[in-house]
């Protein structure tokens, strides 16, 4: 049984408009979520996260929009560059002060197209 | 500078028998983690280490083991016991916080191992 799901699994945008990113899951005990951004053959790199207890994050261009009643999150990209083409991973924890025991989504591979 | 190192990043092996994959972090985290990856698929919990000498099993750790002697060393073994060895394996550390804000982890590189 999947806890976290990315319906999606490409998407494709134009540089410069928004790219929106979702993510599901069932669990209601996860207390904080994270998005990572991942380049084949190369370790994930963190880019945002949001507790629980919050439902908006934003950092730069990436904004992190939690709807907890839905169980349900997205990212938000504005504006999308080239350089944000990769895979976008969704995760999620019951355990948010120890950042690494996650349940990760299967990933959605962005491309912004110039 | 500060990072997770996994090695080596290609690993061939014979089908039967053991591999080690090495990771070492300086980032003084407490707590290390071992993951899977398989095409198409999100990331997958082995092993985990919350302190020196003591682990616990995630989701798929069946066919590995891993041992904590260092803060600094988190070595994952493939045994012959792994029914699909041929993955990405991703290491990953973190802080460990009591209370307070949230954390992250941070991952390594990857060994790409390849089992024929």
């Known amino acids: 049984d999947q806890q976290v799901k990315q319906n999606s699994p490409s998407l494709s945008v134009q540089e410069g408009r928004i790219s929106i990113l979702n993510c599901d899951y069932t669990?209601?005990?996860?207390?904080?979520f994270l998005w990572y951004k991942k380049y084949p053959a190369e370790g994930p790199t963190f880019l945002i996260s949001?507790?629980?207890?919050?439902d908006k994050n934003e950092d730069g261009r990436f904004t992190v929009f939690l709807n907890k009643s839905a169980k349900h999150l997205s990212l938000h990209i504005v504006p999308s560059q080239p350089g944000d083409s990769a895979v976008y991973f969704c995760?999620?924890?019951?355990?948010?002060?120890?950042?690494?025991?996650?349940?990760f989504g299967q990933g959605t591979e962005l491309s912004v197209k110039p | 500078d500060g990072g997770i190192t996994q090695s080596p990043k290609y690993l061939f092996r014979k089908e039967g028998q053991n591999v080690t994959l090495s990771c070492e972090q300086n980032?003084?985290?407490?707590?290390m983690y071992w993951y899977r990856q398989d095409p198409g698929q999100g990331l997958r919990l082995i092993y985990y280490s919350q302190i020196v000498n003591d682990f616990q099993k995630g989701d798929i750790a069946e066919g590995y083991s891993v041992s904590r002697e260092k803060k600094e060393s988190f070595p994952l073994t493939v045994t012959s016991a792994q029914k699909n060895p041929t993955a990405f394996y991703l290491c990953?550390?973190?802080?460990?916080?009591?209370?307070?804000?949230?954390?992250?982890?941070?991952f390594g590189q990857g060994t790409r191992l390849t089992v024929v």
């Open positions: 990953a550390s973190s802080i460990i916080l009591a209370q307070g804000p949230n954390t992250e982890a941070f």
């Open positions: 995760a999620a924890s019951e355990d948010g002060n120890q950042g690494g025991k996650l349940i």
């Open positions: 949001i507790s629980s207890i919050k």
């Open positions: 669990n209601s005990m996860f207390d904080y």
């Open positions: 980032l003084n985290h407490d707590a």
